[in-house]
């Protein structure tokens, strides 16, 4: 029913995971992500895996163990697919025998793909090969990972839901975008992205952290990050693509 992507920025310790789906809130059931492991659990989801995984992983175990554990104990593994990370930045994963066709995943250094009711295997190969070329931000890398994989056929089925999600070393994500039941929900998800850099990740990056328990209390560099971004849009010759009542509306 889905096809998704964990990734982790070596240099940055940035997380992230996209997922997108002909069923209703993918982005809902699929990841459990934290602040230095994630979990996506598909096909037949499983929340269980993805609560216990990730509360295992954070505390260090490795992501091969966990997911032999979890396999080991649940009856009904053949229908079950997950990939994870784990907190020392290794992967593993899971295709049941059970799963619908075309199933499969890869796994690499940085990234793990995983898919199943897929057109064919060409889905997971191109979002994990473009995912290594993409450029730009997590979010903007994985979005394009994902669209890579729709253009290559995508879910057997159709579209519904896409879900992307990036945390930065926090329990709490840096940014967590859904669409629930859309037509093009990946193109959905890019405009939402869109306008998240308007004012939304200028805010996000100076929330509270673990670190600095306060975050940054001073409103100007914010605001001049805001303006900056808005200056850059219109050199560009692009607007605002918020659907937001005008601010005082």
Request: charged fraction near 25%.
């Amino acid at each position: 029913m889905t096809y998704s992507i964990i990734a982790q920025d070596r240099d940055t310790g940035e997380i992230g995971l996209a997922v997108a789906s002909r069923f209703f809130a993918a982005g809902a059931a699929v990841p459990y992500v934290g602040a230095r492991c994630a979990v996506a659990t598909q096909a037949f989801v499983n929340p269980l895996w993805g609560v216990e995984g990730r509360q295992r992983l954070a505390a260090g175990e490795g992501a091969s163990s966990v997911l032999a554990d979890l396999k080991s104990r649940d009856a009904a593994q053949a229908i079950r697919q997950c990939h994870m990370m784990d907190a020392q930045g290794d992967f593993a994963a899971h295709t049941g025998a059970e799963c619908i066709d075309w199933a499969g995943h890869l796994v690499g250094k940085t990234h793990s793909v995983a898919g199943n009711m897929l057109v064919d295997a060409g889905v997971v190969e191109a979002t994990f090969a473009a995912y290594e070329k993409a450029e730009g931000t997590m979010a903007e890398r994985l979005l394009a990972a994902m669209e890579a994989g729709e253009e290559a056929g995508g879910d057997r089925r159709g579209r519904q839901a896409a879900g992307l999600t990036v945390h930065r070393g926090q329990d709490y994500p840096f940014l967590s975008l859904r669409v629930d039941d859309d037509a093009d929900p990946l193109a959905e998800l890019r405009r939402l992205l869109d306008v998240a850099d308007e004012r939304y990740l200028h805010v996000a990056g100076a929330m509270p952290t673990a670190e600095n328990f306060s975050g940054l209390t001073d409103r100007a560099p914010i605001d001049r990050a805001i303006e900056a971004a808005e200056a850059r849009r219109r050199a560009e010759g692009r607007v605002s693509r918020s659907r937001a009542t005008e601010t005082g509306a």
